[in-house]
């Protein structure tokens, strides 16, 4: 079954800390992967993306992800966080054939605190 | 250039109505695809759109839930008889081709069944 999973379902950091949100993915989902975050009662903003080439992309706010096909992994890095980076972050996968829908995890609260 | 639109952002219905939700495509974009957040979950797929055809509606219940993206106008994800299971929200992206690179969100919809 395609599936994404985001392993842990809330992390709290302190303001400048770096932190790691994690993503594995079933070998079933194509290796298009994304991160996408979503701010209180507000739509999915794309972050960043994986289609092909460099294994690590990166975002113009300082987080990056790395694509780890050995370990069908995606995980969210950044070195230092602010407060304003509290907010809900998916992981998703594009699905292999078909009209390349997008398969989801279940989402990972970062909480940054002062 | 306007973003992906939906509206309305909250609607709020009771058991045994219909809720009707729009998402107007980016300029340009042909392609339409619906998914829903159930709370303490992640989005899930369910029904592509291009003008006029439905191409895949593998996550659409089985009952009650329609959609369409008619020549001229938003597309309309249609919800008859709505329960409290059905609460969530619901967002749409668009693309100007087929899959989820090109993908833009809206906002969403946030659908309340009281």
């Known amino acids: 079954a395609q599936s994404v999973t985001q392993l842990d379902s809330q992390v709290p950091v302190f303001e400048e800390a770096p932190v790691e949100l994690r993503c594995n993915y079933s070998?079933?989902?194509?290796?298009?992967l994304f991160w996408y975050v979503q701010y209180p009662n507000q739509g999915l903003q794309l972050l960043l993306k994986?289609?092909?080439?460099?294994?690590l992309v990166e975002s113009i706010n300082g987080f990056e992800a790395e694509f780890n096909k050995s370990q069908t992994s995606f995980h969210l890095r950044k070195p230092s966080v602010h407060i304003s980076d509290t907010a809900e972050y998916f992981c998703a996968g594009g699905t292999q054939g078909g009209s390349e829908k997008l398969v989801f995890g279940k989402g990972t609260k970062l909480t940054v605190n002062p | 250039n306007a973003g992906v639109m939906q509206n309305p952002r909250h609607l709020v219905r009771r058991r045994g109505q219909e809720a009707r939700l729009r998402c107007s495509p980016m300029?340009?974009?042909?392609?339409v695809y619906w998914y829903r957040q159930l709370p303490e979950e992640g989005l899930k797929f369910m029904v592509y759109l291009q003008k006029e055809n439905i191409i895949d509606e593998s996550g659409m219940p089985k009952e009650r839930f329609s959609a369409e993206f008619p020549k001229e106008g938003p597309s309309i994800l249609r919800i008859q008889q709505v329960v409290r299971g059905d609460s969530a929200a619901y967002f749409c992206?668009?693309?100007?081709?087929?899959?989820?690179?090109?993908?833009?969100f809206g906002s969403g919809t946030r659908l309340t069944v009281v």
């Open positions: 300029k340009g974009h042909s392609h």
């Open positions: 994986y289609l092909s080439g460099s294994t």
């Open positions: 070998s079933s989902v194509s290796v298009y």
């Open positions: 992206a668009s693309s100007p081709l087929e899959g989820a690179i090109g993908y833009t």
